[in-house]
């Protein structure tokens, strides 16, 4: 079964630091570019980052720019977001996706996780 | 930064057909994709490349794109049909992903 699963989520104070996980089984992890979406309490969804199979390409919104890495380990089939300099509208629901390219070059997330919670408080 | 706009929220009747629009400046050359999200669970996807439906997804629903509008179309929406829908694009050099704000659709 192919499956994208989220951890590291919790209680941060602003200006602290967490480090999201996501464990992927199912499929072969390192043939896909993967990202990081986001969806705060009662809102929409939000693009966070994006990385390619090898890693070489990274790409941010530009409201995490500077705060948050994006990595993966292609060997333990493992997504990451280091994400540093918390802010209170960083409060959301973090979901992993995997992003499929189609014939035509366009693509879509067609995998997500099933989220993780961070909140950002004092 | 590129945008799409769609209608805070479509009711129908269950029946009914329900269309749920997404407008951006860049979807006459990308195209529209389309997240069924339901209350408390992660998204769905139920269109891609603006009319292609995933495996698994009823017929009742299609996709169609003209110009800077996209639409998403539930014909017989059924009650279970109930749920935030996002579109999806991409910018122009395909590395920034854009969402929609979302639909809420309600059936009754």
């Known amino acids: 079964e192919v499956q994208l699963v989220e951890s590291g989520g919790g209680l941060v104070q602003p200006g602290g630091s967490l480090r999201l996980s996501c464990a992927a089984s199912?499929?072969?992890?390192?043939?896909?570019?993967m990202s990081w979406v986001r969806q705060a309490p009662g809102k929409g969804l939000e693009w966070v980052a994006n990385?390619?199979?090898?890693?070489?390409?990274?790409y941010y919104v530009d409201s995490v720019k500077g705060r948050f890495t994006i990595s993966r380990d292609n060997a333990k089939n493992s997504l990451y977001l280091q994400m540093n300099s918390l802010r209170a509208e960083d409060t959301a629901v973090y979901y992993c996706a995997r992003r499929q390219f189609y014939s035509s070059g366009s693509d879509a997330f067609d995998i997500w996780g099933q989220g993780t919670m961070v909140t950002v408080s004092s | 930064s590129y945008e799409l706009t769609q209608p805070p929220s479509v009711s129908v009747s269950p029946g009914q057909t329900a269309r749920i629009t997404c407008s951006g400046d860049?979807?006459?050359?990308?195209?529209a994709y389309w997240y069924q999200q339901k209350s408390g669970q992660a998204p769905v996807l139920v269109i891609y490349?603006?009319?292609k439906r995933p495996s698994g997804i009823p017929e009742r629903f299609s996709g169609s794109s003209s110009g800077t509008m996209a639409t998403l179309t539930i014909s017989g929406a059924q009650v279970e049909d109930e749920a935030d829908y996002y579109c999806?694009?991409?910018?122009?050099?395909?590395?920034?992903?854009?969402f929609g704000g979302g639909t809420k659709l309600t059936v009754l």
């Open positions: 490349e603006d009319s």
């Open positions: 860049a979807l006459p050359k990308k195209y």
């Open positions: 990385i390619k199979q090898d890693g070489s390409e990274k």
């Open positions: 999806y694009s991409t910018d122009s050099s395909g590395n920034h992903v854009v």
């Open positions: 199912g499929f072969t992890f390192s043939s896909y570019w």
